[in-house]
């Protein structure tokens, strides 16, 4: 009888771990993928080795995978991931020296459609009638826009010289003409319903970075105009500003003024849209925090790091920092706090450079 | 240092002047005068290994990189077929082996690499690779080694005439064409090559979407390339010239990540060497002057910058003065005097770029007189503009126990100055550089063996190198610029068999090689620490197999090289080891004086999908139909 009762217990018990296991498949369900709870991060990789990657930070580990689309697909990504755009269940990564967009669920990371043609590729965004459009440098300066199911190349849009980030807001598409090796100061709008160009803002020197913010402001970070003479000294540059425009009627609001001898090439904001860091690119050294009421720059860094990119993200208050030693080694990603405090430092891909899940308006 | 080089001069021209007096009539000198005296005589304790006549003639219309790939263990990288090719020896890095052409190093003074992928083996008589630092006897960049060209010429040589065409896979077409003629005291040599090739092969792109089988694409390539040479006895004294233009219009490919490319490339070169070799009583002197020029014009229409093409030229002169001396009769001296001038117009360097390269060296040579042994000092002080390099001394020993068996030991400091790109480029150059300094040694033992028909020779070697200093890029204060600040230890095991077995009308080869090379990055406490460098394998073999019977051949090539990584810290994945076979079939038909040799290669023989730099494709199998007609 005693023995009968164990017997019991041992099948009660089994039969509980199976329900408790049940319960664990009904949640995984819920997961859409391996790389369903944390951030994307894109890696630039080193020009010619065709080694730029994607690596993934996951919440629930405090832990990064790297190499994530060759670990899942069996190939790499190419020459200069130039930046990854998150939208619904896809993630489409911008190759600017492959001449590609590749396009990946962005969950399993599982790859769907390669975009080929493109010349010299360097964002890409989903407007809100679900269309891809693309930067890229080639033919003086282009948006190219692809048909969300079909990737078809719905349409070709001039714009300005050097085409850089652009930024989804209602009907319109905003682009920032950084001049690429040569002069822009402009936004070209661009209303996705006709896929045309409605108007053309002038702002500051070279516009690289958009975002909106709580007010639905929009501000562009002007990088400034740099010439180099033979020996690549510097001939003479302009300085580096922060523009607030009003997008009902794409009027400058104001301009700010950042410095004269640094240029910062990315512009980010908090995710209650209220605080924007601006900071990276070649000899920045620091970021810095402005808050969208005040009408002059900062002085000092709010971290001092020599960022190679760096992100938000709408799930948490977190700034994610990109360091990149060198080309030829793994760089790092660093997690801060929105007080500026170190949350985490992890090995990430070669020359990590920004986060796949920064919407410009993440609140 | 500069005490050690004074003290060390005084006591070896004390030595020079006490030799004189010994000086004898009853040695014999040689009649033919050896111009390459370092190579030959001062080389004591190294590992030198010559590319036998058979490993030539087989690859005439071929490049001297392919041959090195298959009959050494040079690292060859090469961007596809008949892209930039570069060589490399015992894991170090390309800017670390010198090329020694005709007794003038051709190592680029912009970047300090040399690009072979032009160069027919048909052009080059002597091809020698010396494995291991020889930074005292050959200066800069001789520090994983060197690989010797030489253009020999005898006076009055029989006259003959050939030329070769060679027709292969992808519109490829060579042709070389050569000629030798001569009189009682002049010689004469003239090659001409030209290839064009589409190199339109398929590959399996693994890098797209379910690895279709695809073309390369802007791969073409037209070479033209004459080499002129002369040698004119002057009683016993030989004068010789060699000039030598080349010039390459080439499609660059895209790598495998990308659609189409539209980047072209045309390099042009002229080198031109003058060299006086003259004998008197014991002494050997020798002169030489060289000019070379180069120009690289990159175009590229994709460029978004609005300057799509680019134009890097630079230019050096060097002269050379060396006096061979028999001080004794089991002991002789080289010293020589060597002087470059380089120059850049570029226009990414300061206006009037240039330097002034100087140096003294001097190589002793003590042997026994059955030569069971031998031993070589050699010195070496350069100066760069007004600055002195390190002093440079190796150590070279052989003994022979008995005659089948020789130990050899070498122990060198070497160097390598900095490039005019690490020194100037741009804004980013780092004119405060010091050269890369550092130190090697190998022990080796060799045997042969000769039994009845059959000869077998062993090899073994063993090496470790250090180099302290090794300039690599890294970023300070917001911007790149190279710095002295790699440090980098290579060490591994050589083993080289050949077993000749011969009867009759029948001979057969066996070759096979394997090196082992642990090749690291040392001090640096990130995760680059003790990671083996990029690019250079682990394991590497090189295996052939010949057949000859009267004039038919039959040779199978094997080479294995072993996983390769493509980041310093082996994050992400490093290309993968592969095996590429070949055939070669050739026969030759006899009606004097015409000789018609007819070779069939199947390159590739086991269809390999394989690379050699990361993501540059390689063709599957290919064929190559070789006709060559001689006169003599």
Known sequence: MKTKRTHLQWAFALLFIAAIFTACDDDDNNIRGTFDKGVLISNEGSFGTGNGSISYYSYEGDSIANNIFQEVNGRQLGDVVQDIETHDDKVYIVVNASNKVEIANRFTLTQKATLEGLKGPRYAEVAGNGQLYVSQWGENGQIRVFHKETYENADTLNVGNGPEELLAYQNYVYVANGGGYGYDNTLTVINTNQNEVVDTIEVGDCPKSLVMDANDKLWVLCHGYITYNNDFSINIQTPSQLVQINPENNQVLQTIDISQTMHPGKLAISRDGNTLYYGGGYGVQGIYAMNINETSAPGEPFINVAAYGFGTEPDKDVLYVGVAPSFSESGKLIRYDYAGNKLGEYTAGVGPNGIGKTPERPF | ?632
């Open chain 2, 1 to 632: 240092m500069k005490k050690i080089v004074l003290i060390a001069f005084i006591a070896l021209s004390a030595l020079y002047s006490r030799a004189q007096s010994l000086t004898t009539d009853t040695l014999k000198l040689e009649e033919v005068v050896v111009s390459a005296p370092r190579l030959i005589n001062y080389t004591t304790g190294a590992k030198v290994q010559r590319i036998t006549d058979l490993t030539q003639e087989k690859n005439r219309a071929n490049s001297v990189a392919d041959m090195l790939q298959q009959a050494t263990l040079a690292s060859i990288k090469s961007y596809g077929v008949d892209g930039l090719t570069s060589v490399s020896l015992r894991g170090a890095g390309s800017n670390h082996t010198a090329v020694v052409w005709n007794g003038f190093s051709l190592q680029s003074p912009m970047n300090g690499g040399v690009d072979m992928s032009q160069w027919p083996a048909g052009f080059i008589e002597d091809v020698q690779v010396q494995y291991g630092g020889a930074g005292a006897l050959y200066g800069s960049g001789a520090i994983g080694g060197v690989v010797h060209l030489n253009n020999t010429l005898q006076i009055n040589p029989d006259f003959s005439t050939s030329v070769t065409h060679q027709l292969g896979s992808f519109h490829s077409y060579s042709t070389l064409a050569s000629f030798k003629m001569g009189t009682e005291s002049t010689g004469h040599a003239l090659k001409i090559y030209h290839k064009s090739a589409e190199n339109n092969f398929e590959f399996i792109n693994t890098q797209r979407i379910n690895s279709p089988r695809e073309r390369t694409s802007n791969a073409a390539v037209k070479k033209i390339g004459i080499l002129q040479s002369n040698a004119i006895a002057l009683g016993k004294s030989k004068l010789e010239t060699h000039l030598w233009y080349e010039f390459n219009d080439k499609e660059i490919p895209p790598n495998m990540f990308k659609a189409t490319n539209e980047a072209q490339q045309e390099d042009e070169h002229f080198r031109g060497v003058v060299s006086f070799s003259s004998p008197w009583q014991q002494h050997n002197f020798h002169a030489r002057a060289g000019i070379f020029l180069e120009k690289t014009d990159y175009y590229n229409p994709e460029t978004t910058d609005g300057e799509p093409g680019s134009l890097s030229q630079a230019q050096s002169v060097r002269t050379e003065v060396e006096n061979d001396f028999r001080v004794a009769e089991h002991i002789t001296l080289n010293t020589g005097l060597h002087y470059a001038y380089l120059w850049s117009n570029a226009s990414t360097y300061p206006i009037g770029t240039n330097q002034n390269r100087a140096s003294i060296y001097s190589s002793l040579k003590l042997f026994s007189k059955n030569n069971q042994w031998a031993s070589t000092l050699t010195l070496r002080q350069e100066f760069v503009d007004d600055h002195f390099t390190p002093f440079i001394p190796s150590l070279g020993l052989r003994y022979s126990p008995i005659k089948q068996v020789s130990f050899q030991a070498n122990l060198a400091r070497n160097y390598r100055l900095p490039t005019f790109n690490e020194l100037y480029w741009g804004n980013w150059g780092n004119p405060d550089l010091q050269p890369e300094d550092g130190y090697s040694s190998d022990l080796g033992i060799k045997w042969i063996e000769a039994l009845g028909n059959n000869t077998l020779e062993l090899g073994s070697t063993v090496f470790h190198s250090r180099i302290q200093d090794w300039i690599i890029w890294v970023p300070a204060q917001g911007k790149w610029s190279p710095d002295n600040v790699q440090k980098v230890w290579s060490r591994g095991v050589e083993v080289d068999a050949k077993w000749t077995y011969h009867t009759g009308q029948w001979r057969t080869t066996v070759n096979a090689r394997y090196g082992f090379t642990r090749s690291t990055n040392e001090g640096e406490h990130s995760a680059k620490q003790g990671k083996q460098l990029m690019y250079v394998p682990q394991h590497e073999t090189k295996t052939s197999a010949t057949v000859r019977y009267k004039k038919h051949s039959f040779t199978y090539f094997h080479s294995y090289i072993g996983k390769r990584y493509i980041t310093e810290d082996h994050s992400g994945l490093p290309i993968e080891a592969y095996h590429t076979g070949s055939v070669q079939l050739s026969t030759t038909l006899e009606w004097q004086p015409v000789n018609i040799r007819l070779a069939a290669h199947i390159n590739n023989l086991w269809n390999a999908s394989y690379q050699v730099m990361a993501f540059y494709p390689m063709p599957l199998r290919n064929y190559q139909f070789t006709i060559e007609f001689s006169f003599k």
